[in-house]
Each structure stands twice: as structure tokens, then as C-alpha cells.
């Protein structure tokens, strides 16, 4: 990947404050580059439902977290960057694995961001989930301007 | 609203089960009836961004299981109903308040049934955020062919 | 419905330029208020399926071009607010009948609008589709600054 | 490509009928595999929006036959799959070209086919929006149940 706004460690630090749900869950970021980043839901039992699935909201959030990373390896760590929308496609049940998801852009605007996330059971190449995602960036942050020397 | 399919004792039952995310976030709900639901989810730490507001999964899990029990209150308790799509758009920056989940459906059909919930912050007319979402129902359950007694 | 920023014929006048697929396809607004829009589709061969349905594309149109009616009853003739995103659940076949839309406003922000558009075909009370589409609002034009006079 | 259930022959035949929307559209099917087609809009003056760009439903509308297209390639020329579902990013202005999309199947399962279309304008690898579509099988369609001899 291209070389990210922002490092892992910023992005951790960031994710105390912004975003609790990913704390809460435990999601892990595993890589963050300029326009594409991947994270990770360790197995848990709380994240699970009964037969070993992982909850939907568990997926979306995983999902909404990823491609914060996305936008943040291009803009830098603007907090203020919100999601505006989210659609879910839910394919397939995940098996009792760690859930991995892979996020890239689709389109970095001055205003807006667009990505997509696929979401997969490790080791299993067919995707459990598909996400599009739009954040919205506040205004003098996008990645074309400076946001910071 | 017109009679449900199941009580709220009996979605409740059901959710331990099936929704261990309601569980875990603390998901109240309030009414069913045929076609309808409210859900609420109470104030609490665990959901909240800093700076007060609710987390963006927080509110689609309230909106996926609150359109669950629009479902089941059409369908009966059938456990296997899943949600295929879901699409959030994100609104207004909730206040610190319980978030009241109101959902509805678009259409019943054999295979598939499709909502619409709008989540309101107590008190506060505007909504904080709105889902559609589509429920796959497994075959001999739909509403139009008895599931039971 | 409260007053509307834009009347009919300047709306209709816009359209020509604007809405060349509206044109092409025949759309008819039937009223316009301060966040709320009536459009039409009259049955005509060119958009129907054979077996007399209206095709997904002429519906995902008019919702859009409903929605594009809402906001600019919000904020005026903007001519370059923009669609960003539309998510249509195509929920019954329409039956050979004008197709009728209903949106309305869920959010006006000062850079993004997003609604809500049920279509029904005439004379029936299930929606046939349900639509939410979100619009890109240019700087300055947004309700609450004046864009005028 | 793998091999496809259906020719662009058999496509092309079916869609005079199923889809008068891309007979109307001048819609070109380029290929279609097991899994994945590529149509195009070539450039016209009904689909047009002042200033050159496409319309938005033109480029929904391209994005549902691609979508088609590579739901028969997988099952064969059923004719009675529908679109549940579409969701649509609109990402940048289409230039002054044609429009060309790329579709791909995200799963298919017994009952429903969920895919994704990247549409572009011809020349620019940038894409102009992004679709993900949810289609309908009829009972003893799916691709794993032989269709056909």
C-alpha cells in the first residue's frame, strides 16, 4: 500500500476516544495505507450469536470502523470525520473465525468519502459481508489541501 | 397498533438467544404489534462516542432488532428470519438520551419482508437517524401460511 | 403542505435543463411544499415491462427526481445540487397504473439532504417501491442562509 | 471469464422483452462470464444531462442489466429474477464517453443474488458511481440446482 496520513499507533490512539464501539468489540487494526486499510474482530464470545455467528451489528461496526482508517490514511487524523451512510449486504454466515475486513476507496471528494469493505472469515475466500460507506469530511480537511504541516 | 405474533415476553425469551448484541447494548423493547415496533436503548456508557452521543452500531443494532421484531410480529417466533441488507443514513448527532427505535413494514412477502425504522433521541422530533432493512424469511413461515400453533 | 421555495412552473422550467431523463420519461410533478413533493409517472408504453410493469430504472428515476423536488423546495432553485446516493427496495409489482411518488425531507443540513420517496401505483395503498436518496447541497445554498433574494 | 449459462446472443434476446428500459437506453452487453458482464451505454444524446454528463438513472439502469446479466450467467435465461435491491454511489461527473460497467456476483444463493457493478467512463479508470444490486430467484433457479440439460 501507498503510504498513510497516519500511523497505526495514531490511529489506536484516536480509536480510544472516537470510537468506543471498536473498543468495546475489540476490533484491531492491521494495516492502514493511502486509501485501503485492514482490521480485525478477534473470536469473542461477545460478538457472537448462539451457534458460533458473528451479530450483524458486530460486522457493520467492523466495517464502519475500517473504513474511518480508509479515510484516515488519506486526510490525516481529522476526528471530526462522520458517517453519513451505510449499506450492509450480509452474504453468508461466519464461521467461528476471526472476522478480517479489507476497506478501500472508492472516491476521496473535498466534502465527501466513499469506500467499500468486504468482510471475510479467516481463511475462507468468499466474502460474509459488503459494505459501501460515506463519510463526511469537515470542511478544510480533505486530502488534496494540507490539513496539517 | 393491531395484534402480534409473538408477546414481548416471548421476543424477549427469543433475544437471549438470538440477539446477544441486544442483550449486551441493553435493548428495551416496548411494544409489538402486527407490523410495528419500538425499541428503545437506554442511556449508558458502553454506547456513547465522547462528547455524549450514541455510537453509530449502537443505533443500527437497535435498528436491525427492532425491525426483527417487527418480523416476528408478523411471522410468529421463527428464529431463523435473517437480515440480508441494511441501509442507515445517519442524520443528526444524537443527544445524551435514550434512543427510541420506531419501526415499521414496507412489505411482507413469502421470501422476504422489508422495513423501515426511524430512531429518534428521547424527546426530539427530528430523527437521529433512519434504516431500511430486508429480513430473509425461511420457507412455510411467512405471514400468509400458518407457522403455527 | 407548507410554502415551498420553488413554484411548479420554475421547477419545470429547471427540469428541462436538469431533468432530461424526467423529460424523456414524461415525469409530471403534482406538488410541491417546504419539504414534501408529489411527482407522477403516466403509464405509457416506453417504460413498461412486458406484462405491463413498470420498469426498476423509470421508478429509481422518479423517485430521484421527487427527491430533487423536495430539496429544491427547501432551498430554491439550486441548480447543482447533485444526487449522492439512492437506495431503492423494490417491494411489489406495479400494476398497469401511473406510478405515483410521495417524498418528503428526513434531514436538510448544510451540505447534505437526505429524504425519503414511497411510490405506489394509483388507486393502491402498498407502496411498490421505497426509495432514500441523500443530495449534495453547493456551499452557500443550504435552507437556513438565505439564498435569496 | 469462466463459462457463462447464457449467450450474449440469448441475453441479447431476452432483454427486447425483460428489459425494454436497456432497449430504450441503447444499453450493449460486452460480455458475460460465470460470475461477471461488462455493458455499455455509448454515448447519447437522450441520456444526457446539459453540460454532457449521464443521467443518474441511465447509469442505475446500466448498473441493473449488468447486474442481470451476470445473475443469467450463473443460473441461465431465467427470466423471472427481479431486483430486490439497489443501492447506488454516485461518485464523480461521467465525462463526454461512453459509460462502460463492470459487474460481479458477491454471492449467489438459493434464493437471492447479491452483486456488485463499478461503472466508469471509457478511458478514465476512476469510477463515476458504484452499485451493489440484490436479485430475486425463483424456486429451483439457483445456480446449484441444474437448470437445464
Same mark, same amino acid.
Given at each position: 500500500m501507498p503510504d498513510s496520513k497516519i500511523t497505526i499507533e495514531e490511529f489506536n490512539a484516536l480509536s480510544i476516544e472516537k470510537l468506543p464501539f471498536a473498543e468495546l468489540m475489540g476490533f484491531q487494526v492491521e494495516d492502514i495505507g493511502y486509501g485501503a486499510a485492514r482490521m480485525r474482530l478477534p473470536v469473542? #464470545? /461477545?460478538? !457472537? /450469536? $448462539?451457534?458460533g455467528t458473528v451479530a450483524g451489528p458486530a460486522l457493520m461496526g467492523l466495517a464502519d470502523a475500517t473504513m474511518y482508517a480508509v479515510v484516515l490514511g488519506m486526510i490525516?487524523? *481529522? @476526528? !471530526? #470525520? *462522520?458517517?453519513t451512510n451505510l449499506t450492509c449486504n450480509f452474504l453468508r454466515r461466519p464461521s467461528v473465525a476471526d472476522v478480517v475486513a479489507e476497506g478501500r476507496i472508492l472516491k476521496l471528494g473535498k466534502r465527501l468519502a466513499v469506500g467499500e469493505v468486504s468482510l471475510y472469515s @479467516?481463511?475462507? $475466500? @468468499?466474502? *460474509?459481508a459488503h459494505v459501501t460507506a460515506t463519510y463526511s469530511i469537515p470542511p478544510g480537511a480533505d486530502g488534496r489541501e494540507a490539513v496539517a504541516p
Open positions: 469473542g #464470545a /461477545r460478538h !457472537l /450469536r $448462539p451457534g490525516g487524523p *481529522v @476526528e !471530526l #470525520a *462522520v458517517t @479467516e481463511g475462507d $475466500p @468468499e466474502p *460474509v
